[in-house]
């Protein structure tokens, strides 16, 4: 199997705050990886490291078998990210996002398929100041979509999506993995992420405590929902004392 990200040894501290520490991840073509973890657990320090856009103390870290510090600019063609707030323009239109994103890649995908594929059709000609916030989420993730990346980082997926918003964005990336995409992500959703990953990594305070299939994670722990094994994972002194 082709490896697309490999993680060794990542470790990186904010002055005496140790963000992530020791982790080893490998992530092969056309598989759905998540990254889960409580707030503050090292999630995005870790996918800024991958990508190059945080320096980490130690380890080491390739995506498509290149240095991302290093091949910048190469791997900026091969690889799409889901931007939470992007900076455009306030008098621009979907369609012209669109297009101007296209510009800055030597390949693209077709916007007005990914717009369908991702339920956005009817705003093409909306301006992306009046979308409303879940329409804007999806417009980041076809944005990411639009170089025909060969993976994909997006980070909390569908945070502010409706229920059906969700499904559509599911399907639309099940699709893109069926191609070959390896996809990225992370959630706070635990239905999402059993629903899509083949792979799941659970941190806790910048530490791997799991890594392996949702299922495995339900095996490993005395639960039957992914959900409640998921919590035991992450902070199992608290959740015998719940009552719901
Ligand atoms: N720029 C920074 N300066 C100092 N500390 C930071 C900085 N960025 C993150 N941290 C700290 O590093 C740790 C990991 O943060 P990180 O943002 O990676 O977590 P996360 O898992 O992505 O959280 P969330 O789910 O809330 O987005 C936290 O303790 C955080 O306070």
């Known amino acids: 199997m082709e490896v697309t990200i490999k993680v060794e040894n990542l470790t990186k501290s904010y002055h005496d705050v140790k963000a992530v520490e020791k982790i080893n991840i490998t992530v092969y073509r056309g598989e759905v990886f998540g990254l889960l973890g409580a707030n503050g657990a090292g999630k995005s320090t870790t996918i800024e490291c ?20 290093r091949h910048r600019k190469k791997l900026f063609e091969k690889v799409g990210v889901q931007f939470q707030e992007a900076n455009y323009q306030d008098k621009i239109t979907v369609e012209e996002l669109c297009k101007v994103t296209q510009s800055l890649y030597k390949t693209t995908s077709e916007y007005m398929d990914l717009l369908g594929k991702f339920g956005l059709l009817d705003k093409v000609k909306s301006q992306v100041s009046e979308l409303s916030g879940g329409q804007k989420q999806r417009l980041f993730i076809v944005l990411a979509l639009l170089p025909a990346p060969e993976v994909v980082f997006l980070d909390e997926l569908t945070t502010g999506l409706d229920a059906r918003a969700r499904r559509d964005v599911w399907k639309g990336l099940s699709d893109l993995k069926a191609k070959g995409l390896t996809i990225f992500l992370t959630s706070h959703f635990m239905d999402e992420i059993e629903t899509l990953c083949d792979k799941i990594c659970i941190l806790k305070k910048g530490k791997i405590i799991f890594m392996g299939t949702a299922k495995e994670a339900i095996e490993s722990s005395p639960y039957e929902k992914f959900e409640d094994a998921y919590l035991w994972y992450t902070d199992e002194e608290d959740l015998e004392n719940e009552s719901i």
């Open 50 to 69: 991958i990508l190059g856009t945080k320096k980490y103390d130690s380890g080491a870290v390739s995506v498509l078998g290149m240095e991302p510090q």
